[in-house]
């Protein structure tokens, strides 16, 4: 009820503001017929068309209600901003990720190393001795080779065969290599009969007196056969750039029969050396051949 008071309170004072005013307009708008008279055109056209007097608005009282005017019309709602034709956008969903699998072995490939950098060039010492090629190995000082003398230049005997006289035919050293030595019976001194630079590699009695003995050069392998008379006379009955090997002879000593191969080759043929001293192939073969 207070509140319906206070608007009727506010209605009635708008009303009585209308009412002053209009008695206020009222006042402003009368005036005398001598006044009307001389004025200029507009006020004739007023007094030919006089304004209906004013009536009179009679006070509210509490309990009236002022009638507002109603819309015929719903007014127009407020336009509003058309929305934006646009294409929603489509966000990507990521690819699923493969779940790890612990059956099998989990597979790494190696990356493929770095190519090394190319070594400088270097010189190369080259050495050769006999058949032996060394290549970049330093020459040992005197010291050491003096040194390990008393351990390699051991001594050592071979027998090689009997000799004619009952003594036997054995290899020694006494100096750096091999040399052929005879013994003429139990217990009697060495007599060396061969002084080479390289080693004796066997040796054969005759039966006519004569040693027969082959050795290489350098320990190259490729065998030379030589034949030792008792006068101490020694003659070389092979080629050299030759291989000889597996000699044989008569029971006279007076023929000898070896094997013999060419470098270049792997074919032996069969040699023969007659009582004159002539050398002949008697036999051409193919591969290792040796005679019985």
Same mark, same amino acid.
């Given at each position: 009820?207070?509140k ?10 708008? @009303?009585? @503001?209308?009412?002053?005013?209009? *008695?206020? #307009? ?12 001389a ?7 007023a007094?030919?068309?006089?304004a209906?007097?004013?009536q009179?608005i009679?006070?509210l009282?509490?309990?009236? %209600? ?9 007014? &127009? ?9 646009? %294409? ?9 990720l493969?779940?790890?699998?612990? +059956? &099998? ?5 190696p ?10 060039a270097?010189?190369? &010492?080259?050495? %050769? ?18 040194g390990?003398?008393? $351990? ?7 027998? +090689?065969? #009997?000799?004619?006289?009952g ?19 139990? @217990? ?6 061969t002084? $080479?630079? &390289?080693?004796?590699?066997?040796a ?6 004569q040693?027969?003995f082959a ?6 392998? #490729?065998?030379?056969?030589?034949l ?9 009955l092979?080629?050299? @750039?030759?291989?000889n090997?597996?000699?044989? #002879? ?6 000898l *029969?070896?094997?013999?191969?060419v470098k ?17 192939v ?6 290792? *051949?040796?005679?019985?």
């Amino acid at each position: 009820m207070k509140k319906r008071s206070t608007s009727r309170n506010i209605i009635a004072l708008l @009303g009585m @503001g209308l009412i002053l005013f209009g *008695v206020v #307009w009222a006042c402003l708008t009368a005036s005398k017929p001598g006044e009307l008279n001389a004025a200029p055109g507009p006020i004739r056209s007023a007094q030919r068309n006089p304004a209906p007097p004013a009536q009179p608005i009679a006070p509210l009282a509490d309990d009236d %209600e002022i009638a507002f005017p109603t819309l015929e019309s719903e007014p &127009e709602p407020l336009a509003s901003t058309p929305p934006i034709d646009a %294409e929603p956008l489509e966000m990507a969903s990521p690819a699923p990720l493969d779940e790890p699998s612990f +059956d &099998e072995p989990a597979v790494f490939e190696p990356q493929p190393a770095a190519a090394p950098a190319p070594a400088p060039a270097q010189t190369v &010492e080259r050495r %050769e001795i006999g058949n032996q090629i060394l290549e970049n190995v330093p020459v040992a000082p005197a010291s050491i080779r003096e040194g390990l003398a008393k $351990y390699q230049n051991a001594r050592a005997a071979g027998f +090689d065969d #009997w000799a004619q006289n009952g003594g036997m035919i054995i290899t020694t050293r006494f100096g750096n290599t091999n040399q052929l030595h005879v013994v003429a019976a139990p @217990g009697a001194a060495r007599e060396q009969i061969t002084f $080479y630079d &390289e080693p004796v590699a066997e040796a054969h009695a005759l039966p006519n007196g004569q040693i027969l003995f082959a050795k290489d050069t350098g320990g190259d392998e #490729w065998f030379q056969l030589f034949l030792r008379s008792a006068d101490g006379k020694t003659v070389q009955l092979t080629e050299p @750039g030759t291989r000889n090997q597996s000699p044989v #002879w008569t029971k006279d000593g007076s023929v000898l *029969v070896w094997s013999r191969a060419v470098k270049g080759s792997a074919d032996f043929d069969v040699l023969m050396r007659d009582a004159s001293g002539a050398t002949k192939v008697i036999h051409k073969g193919q591969g290792q *051949v040796s005679p019985v």
